[in-house]
């Protein structure tokens, strides 16, 4: 990556606008529903017979044409409705749809293209490089989250427990994947290692999730705790898990959450840049411009109030660091009222 050029930044900035929004201006008249959080859209990549196989979730601010069997976010929707495909996390660099749709995004945000600022063909390559790592380890953690999810659906003693603690509905945590870090047979490591778009050791341990081993292993990071996810634009970008009476009686686990490890913390370089734990739980709730905001302090106080349709945002610490001020503050600017729980 160039000096000058933040990868991470860029992708945020471009992609920094409400899918819903700009669903409704490139796909109008398909849009044959809303429901809640959710817009019910004729596919234009293939013929559907209940012309809704394309669901926009502005919850998540991502989408998924289950005709097609592809998703993303709001980068991947241009791509996929301007030429018919969607870019994954591979190795090289980025096809011309993928950078047809980012200059779409960029022009549309203001924002200067990437051919435009300087940078050689050279750089541009290795910028995208970068970007397609992200979108790799966040389809990984993404995979991850399902599985735990399932998990915890899978357990009916550890789910009643949650919910019987927390009051959090079925529905909720599907839409959410809420999960519990169970890594008995099959574990997770094996099965995501196996079938169809099958992710490496490098690509797990680059998510956080799991920690390399002298052997040439790894092992799961969280274990026996309920995992809550981070999505933002459409995939899962961070997670903590709350400890429960199911984790180990280690003195490492002791805590009552932990948080993904970041790159910047000793001995981590094996994580990948874009794990960052200065995003905010919910956080892209903001894209939609609310006219107020509550800002909680733990993540099942933001569920509860998100259950409810309340617009809410958690740092999920004991208080707000002057970080997530910093971030929080220019996406508060149009917002009317802030109430701080």
Same mark, same amino acid.
Request: proline residues 4%.
């Given at each position: 990556?160039?000096?000058?050029?933040?990868?991470?930044?860029?992708?945020?900035?471009?992609?920094?606008?409400?899918?819903?929004?700009?669903?409704?201006?490139?796909?109008?008249?398909?849009?044959?529903?809303?429901?809640?959080?959710?817009?019910?859209?004729?596919?234009? !990549?293939?013929?559907?017979?209940?012309?809704?196989?394309?669901?926009?979730?502005?919850?998540?601010?991502?989408?998924?044409?289950?005709?097609?069997?592809?998703?993303?976010?709001?980068?991947?929707?241009?791509?996929?409705?301007?030429?018919?495909?969607?870019?994954?996390?591979?190795?090289?660099?980025?096809?011309?749809?993928?950078? %047809?749709?980012?200059?779409?995004?960029?022009?549309?945000?203001?924002?200067?293209?990437?051919?435009?600022?300087?940078?050689?063909?050279?750089?541009?390559?290795?910028?995208?490089? !970068?970007?397609?790592?992200?979108?790799?380890?966040?389809?990984?953690?993404?995979?991850?989250?399902?599985?735990?999810? %399932?998990?915890?659906?899978?357990?009916?003693?550890?789910?009643?427990?949650?919910?019987?603690?927390?009051?959090?509905?079925?529905?909720?945590?599907?839409?959410?994947?809420?999960?519990?870090?169970?890594?008995?047979?099959?574990?997770?490591?094996?099965?995501?290692?196996?079938?169809?778009?099958?992710?490496?050791?490098?690509?797990?341990?680059?998510?956080?999730?799991?920690?390399?081993?002298?052997?040439?292993?790894?092992?799961?990071?969280?274990?026996?705790?309920?995992?809550?996810?981070?999505?933002?634009?459409?995939?899962?970008?961070?997670?903590?898990?709350?400890?429960?009476?199911?984790?180990?009686?280690?003195?490492?686990?002791?805590?009552?959450?932990?948080?993904?490890?970041?790159?910047?913390?000793? !001995?981590?370089?094996?994580?990948?840049?874009?794990?960052?734990?200065?995003?905010?739980? !919910?956080?892209?709730?903001?894209?939609?411009?609310?006219?107020?905001?509550?800002?909680?302090?733990?993540?099942?106080?933001?569920?509860?109030?998100?259950?409810?349709?309340?617009?809410?945002?958690?740092?999920?610490?004991? %208080?707000?660091?002057?970080?997530?001020?910093?971030?929080?503050?220019?996406?508060?600017?149009?917002?009317?009222?802030?109430?701080?729980?």
């Amino acid at each position: 990556m160039t000096a000058s050029v933040d990868v991470q930044e860029y992708y945020r900035r471009v992609t920094d606008v409400d899918i819903g929004e700009l669903a409704r201006d490139m796909l109008g008249g398909r849009i044959q529903q809303e429901s809640g959080s959710t817009l019910f859209c004729d596919c234009p !990549n293939h013929r559907s017979q209940s012309q809704r196989s394309l669901h926009i979730m502005v919850d998540k601010q991502g989408w998924y044409c289950f005709g097609c069997g592809v998703g993303g976010d709001v980068l991947q929707l241009v791509e996929f409705i301007r030429s018919g495909v969607v870019t994954r996390g591979q190795s090289g660099r980025m096809p011309d749809s993928h950078r %047809q749709a980012r200059d779409f995004l960029a022009d549309r945000a203001g924002l200067p293209l990437l051919s435009r600022i300087g940078r050689s063909a050279d750089e541009i390559g290795e910028i995208e490089e !970068n970007h397609r790592l992200t979108l790799r380890v966040r389809e990984a953690l993404t995979a991850v989250a399902e599985i735990y999810h %399932q998990r915890l659906t899978g357990n009916a003693e550890i789910l009643g427990w949650f919910q019987a603690k927390y009051g959090i509905g079925s529905e909720t945590i599907t839409r959410l994947k809420i999960g519990f870090a169970d890594n008995a047979e099959p574990s997770p490591t094996r099965t995501l290692q196996e079938g169809p778009g099958a992710f490496t050791l490098r690509e797990l341990t680059a998510t956080s999730a799991f920690r390399p081993t002298a052997q040439d292993g790894v092992v799961p990071f969280f274990e026996g705790r309920i995992v809550f996810p981070y999505w933002s634009r459409g995939h899962v970008v961070f997670m903590i898990g709350r400890w429960t009476e199911w984790t180990p009686e280690v003195e490492w686990e002791k805590s009552k959450y932990k948080k993904l490890a970041v790159r910047n913390d000793r !001995n981590n370089s094996h994580v990948a840049p874009c794990i960052r734990n200065d995003v905010l739980y !919910n956080e892209d709730i903001l894209l939609t411009r609310p006219e107020r905001v509550i800002i909680t302090e733990g993540v099942t106080d933001c569920i509860s109030l998100m259950e409810r349709g309340f617009p809410t945002v958690s740092p999920v610490t004991v %208080q707000i660091r002057d970080a997530d001020w910093e971030r929080l503050l220019p996406k508060l600017a149009g917002v009317k009222n802030v109430f701080i729980c």
